[in-house]
């Protein structure tokens, strides 16, 4: 089916689904169809649309799902499909959706971000951008980490961009959260019709000789994988939701505890510290407009008396409105020289 065919699937979403200012569709109930446009720093507002019945809400699931031959039951009540313009359809029917059938569309997103352009709204500094491409240089493990609609994406998308062209690049991630363009890319996407575990994706992924591996936001027992490949000596550029670097180790130490509780805290805290180098932090600022900017990059140095020692490297000056560089910045990269160097 073409990109140009497919919206008529959708029934009274078609419209919506090729206005290209929508960003995403959410169906709370037949009469209930709300939108988020574009620059509206996820404003969900009423679509003037709406179902004839929950039968038809129902019958445009289905037929969506049916593009990745996937089929509802009260056994199966929730399913993914990726369509063919790129947008990803999740949709939950009864018994799990007490008062459903419910729907939401993510479309991709067009907007195409480079460095220059981050560089320019002020996302990030030169001086950061410089450590990041430093930390590509040196092989270092990245972990990008923010909240919601920080841009963790776009900085991960744009570090695997910048990794050598004669690198081959596999990303494990759903297809349109992490659009990687590069020269030796490959894509194995997590969910879809055969509905596999990002965990067991990237245990084959590991098994494809990556010269570096792309992950997608970690949620559970994948993070104990990632952790254990990132210390057998695969590079690694990977996301992860969390409200402060702190946080995301936190995060990602319980995440590994829950894929094997028979490691201690400790253990698994040396784990983590070993596996990550470096975390690039950024937030949402929705006042005084919406932007995305990147406020606290430290580095991972180790353990100590059971604590993470990190370094902060970057630090945003709220006054100022900037990113600016620690003393810690200048010895860095002598830093992760002489570790690479002597081990």
């Given at each position: 089916?073409?990109?140009?065919?497919?919206?008529?699937?959708?029934?009274?979403?078609?419209?919506?689904?090729?206005?290209?200012?929508?960003?995403?569709?959410?169906?709370?109930?037949?009469?209930?169809?709300?939108?988020?446009?574009?620059?509206?720093?996820?404003?969900?507002?009423?679509?003037?649309?709406?179902?004839?019945?929950?039968?038809?809400?129902?019958?445009?699931?289905?037929?969506?799902?049916?593009?990745?031959?996937?089929?509802?039951?009260?056994?199966?009540?929730?399913?993914?499909?990726?369509?063919?313009?790129?947008?990803?359809?999740?949709?939950?029917?009864?018994?799990?959706?007490?008062?459903?059938?419910?729907?939401?569309?993510?479309?991709?997103?067009?907007?195409?971000?480079?460095?220059?352009?981050?560089?320019?709204?002020?996302?990030?500094?030169?001086?950061?951008?410089?450590?990041?491409?430093?930390?590509?240089?040196?092989?270092?493990?990245?972990?990008?980490?923010?909240?919601?609609?920080?841009?963790?994406?776009?900085?991960?998308?744009?570090?695997?961009?910048?990794?050598?062209?004669?690198?081959?690049?596999?990303?494990?991630?759903?297809?349109?959260e992490m659009p990687v363009r590069h020269p030796r890319r490959i894509h194995l996407e997590v969910g879809g019709p055969a509905n596999l575990s990002m965990a067991g994706i990237l245990e084959t992924a590991a098994k494809m000789r990556p010269d570096w591996l792309v992950i997608g936001d970690m949620y559970?027992?994948?993070?104990?994988?990632?952790?254990?490949?990132?210390?057998?000596?695969?590079?690694?550029?990977?996301?992860?939701?969390?409200?402060?670097?702190?946080?995301?180790?936190?995060?990602?130490?319980?995440?590994?505890?829950?894929?094997?509780?028979?490691?201690?805290?400790?253990?698994?805290?040396?784990?983590?510290?070993?596996?990550?180098?470096?975390?690039?932090?950024?937030?949402?600022?929705?006042?005084?407009?919406?932007?995305?900017?990147?406020?606290?990059?430290?580095?991972?140095?180790?353990?100590?008396?059971?604590?993470?020692?990190?370094?902060?490297?970057?630090?945003?000056?709220?006054?100022?409105?900037?990113?600016?560089?620690?003393?810690?910045?200048?010895?860095?990269?002598?830093?992760?020289?002489?570790?690479?160097?002597?081990?």
């Amino acid at each position: 089916m073409s990109n140009s065919d497919f919206p008529d699937l959708l029934g009274p979403l078609a419209p919506l689904q090729t206005e290209p200012d929508i960003m995403e569709i959410v169906v709370d109930a037949p009469d209930r169809v709300y939108i988020v446009k574009s620059g509206t720093a996820g404003a969900l507002v009423e679509a003037g649309v709406k179902f004839d019945s929950a039968e038809a809400l129902r019958g445009v699931i289905d037929a969506a799902l049916a593009l990745g031959g996937i089929k509802l039951s009260p056994e199966q009540s929730t399913g993914e499909v990726r369509l063919p313009d790129g947008s990803r359809l999740v949709a939950v029917v009864p018994p799990t959706a007490v008062d459903g059938p419910y729907l939401v569309i993510r479309k991709p997103d067009n907007d195409v971000f480079t460095w220059d352009k981050l560089l320019k709204i002020g996302t990030l500094s030169s001086e950061a951008h410089t450590l990041l491409m430093k930390a590509i240089y040196y092989r270092v493990n990245i972990l990008v980490a923010g909240n919601d609609g920080s841009g963790k994406t776009y900085i991960a998308n744009l570090m695997a961009e910048s990794l050598p062209a004669e690198a081959r690049v596999i990303v494990v991630a759903n297809a349109f959260e992490m659009p990687v363009r590069h020269p030796r890319r490959i894509h194995l996407e997590v969910g879809g019709p055969a509905n596999l575990s990002m965990a067991g994706i990237l245990e084959t992924a590991a098994k494809m000789r990556p010269d570096w591996l792309v992950i997608g936001d970690m949620y559970g027992p994948e993070a104990m994988k990632a952790v254990q490949l990132m210390r057998a000596g695969h590079r690694t550029i990977t996301t992860l939701y969390a409200s402060s670097p702190e946080d995301a180790l936190t995060r990602l130490e319980s995440m590994c505890l829950m894929a094997n509780p028979g490691l201690g805290l400790t253990e698994i805290r040396a784990m983590v510290a070993a596996s990550i180098g470096l975390i690039s932090y950024q937030q949402n600022f929705t006042l005084p407009d919406y932007r995305i900017k990147v406020t606290r990059i430290v580095e991972v140095q180790g353990i100590a008396n059971d604590r993470y020692l990190l370094q902060p490297l970057f630090t945003y000056n709220i006054e100022e409105g900037k990113l600016e560089p620690t003393d810690a910045y200048e010895g860095w990269a002598e830093r992760t020289r002489r570790r690479i160097t002597h081990g």
